[in-house]
């Protein structure tokens, strides 16, 4: 089969699709999943260029995908699925940018039926991430204040449609005015803009003077005192992400006496199951259209997966999507 695979590290111009053995025969309940489309991560960038410590060599890249069930148990045979890679796919269990993957059953979950192949595949990394953070970590509840940052990418966009499907009120906050031009479509309570520095004004108003419940800190140490600082008494600000900056000042007397809390997450540490037990969770979600998948910005075939790799990195404007050229 076709296969993006590595076995070095290297610049993203070195990537190259090769002829690859099909995935050898697992378990008896293991499925063979003939992929349709598979989303490409900022992470499968990072993993490519070797910033990920766990990722073992050779391998074949790319977290998220969308395909059909072609061997295992019967009762899979046929079925549309979806998953996405946690700790292991791209990292240190063969991924999804290829024409195959194998996989143990539960670690796929049955595509609801109104997505596209194309529309799951763009989900997974960030939906898995925004729910994780929201519902699992912070426990966001009905009523509350949540802000999301980076709220126009693929993780803020995620989240911001999840805290409201909760019930939470949400402020984006973005960086200008074409980015908050951008999320006019999330049904954003307000925004807020860095580059006017007005979070704590906006945050404060909105609420009433009270601040916020939640925090979401998507970009690291350059927003982490002003969300901090938009936090009321027990707020909880989740930590996803340290690549703008790593080091920070921290006042403990005002943490404590706002009785606050910081969590670090990492969903690179979810096993496989984990992941598709998240999925399934989107259902009703999807069912009732109180989620909608992110915009598809490019497709590009398996044959030019490297483009695609250097689309992310470059920044693309919403999600791009490799669709592997289908077998029998």
């Known amino acids: 089969m076709k296969a993006l695979q590595i076995d070095r590290y290297a610049t993203l111009d070195d990537l190259q699709v090769r002829d690859v053995d099909d995935p050898a025969p697992g378990k008896d309940d293991d499925v063979l999943v003939a992929i349709e489309a598979a989303g490409v991560n900022p992470s499968d960038v ?71 192949a194309e529309q799951a595949a763009a989900m997974g990394v960030p939906f898995v ?18 802000i999301i940052s980076g709220a126009n990418g693929a993780v803020g966009s995620a989240a911001a449609q999840i805290a409201r499907a909760l019930g939470a009120n949400v402020i984006g906050l973005v960086r200008d005015e074409r980015e908050a031009a951008s999320v006019a479509q999330l049904g954003l309570d307000v925004v807020a803009r860095t580059d006017r520095n007005d979070l704590a004004d906006v945050v404060r108003t ?23 600082g938009a936090l009321g008494i027990g707020g909880r600000m989740v930590v996803i992400s340290a690549a703008a900056g790593r080091e920070v000042t ?52 398996l044959a030019r997966a490297p483009e695609a790799y250097r689309r992310v990195a470059g920044g693309a404007s919403g999600k791009v999507i490799i669709t592997p050229p289908m077998s029998p």
């Open 46 to 116: 990072g993993i490519a260029l070797g910033r990920f410590p766990s990722a073992t060599l050779p391998r074949i890249l790319g977290r998220d995908f969308a395909g059909r069930v072609v061997d295992g148990p019967t009762d899979l045979i046929g079925k549309n699925v979806w998953g996405s890679g946690g700790g292991e796919l791209g990292l240190t269990r063969d991924g999804a940018h290829a024409q195959y993957i194998r996989l143990p059953r539960d670690a796929v979950a049955i595509r609801p039926a109104d997505l596209s």
């Open 206 to 228: 909105a609420t009433n003077g009270k601040l916020a419940n939640v925090a979401l800190n998507v970009v690291g140490a350059p927003i982490f005192e002003q969300l901090l």
């Open 129 to 146: 991430t925004a729910w994780s953070t929201l519902v699992d970590v912070a426990q966001l509840q009905p009523g509350e204040w949540a």
């Open 250 to 301: 921290l006042d403990l007397f005002a943490l404590y006496r706002a009785e606050q809390r910081l969590i670090g997450f990492d969903s690179a540490k979810f096993s496989l199951r984990e992941v598709a037990t998240i999925l399934t969770k989107l259902d009703p979600l999807l069912e009732s259209r109180a989620l909608a998948p992110p915009t598809i910005a490019e497709r590009f075939p």
